[in-house]
Nanobody
Framework: QVQLMESGGGLVQAGGSLRLSCVAS????????MGWFRQAPGKQRELVAT??????????DSVKGRFTISRDKIKDAKDTVYLRMNSLEVEDTAVYYC??????????WGQGTQVTVSS
């Protein structure tokens, strides 16, 4: 099992920045890809960005050039992924979820952190 703990959400004005963090613990050596998804009210959960253990990165078109995902090397039995969000827009308002894949059909989710961007 893997546990994911997110932090860093909050309220920010449009044009501002936030950084989200997600710490994975437990059986972290089963994890390849970690990333962030988000879900706005009345909408489906959507991919924001992912990063593999080898460093391959994928972004949603809507965040390219504004968001940056990064991942620390494993330390103290923790695997940590970050999402730096710049030039935030009202449309970025959502609950952001950390995700980790532990193999075929094995998915882990964090509890979610609220990001609210005001105009």
């Amino acid at each position: 099992q893997v546990q994911l703990m997110e932090s860093g959400g909050g309220l920010v004005q449009a044009g501002g920045s936030l950084r989200l963090s997600c710490v994975a613990s437990g059986n972290i050596f089963t994890i390849n890809t970690m990333g962030w998804f988000r879900q706005a009210p009345g909408k489906q959960r959507e991919l924001v960005a992912t990063i593999t253990r080898g460093g391959y990165i994928n972004y949603a078109d809507s965040v390219k050039g504004r968001f940056t995902i990064s991942r620390d090397k494993i330390k103290d039995a923790k695997d940590t992924v970050y999402l730096r969000m710049n030039s935030l827009e009202v449309e970025d308002t959502a609950v952001y979820y950390c995700h980790a894949d532990g193999g075929i059909e094995v998915h882990y989710w964090g509890q979610g952190t609220q990001v609210t961007v005001s105009s």
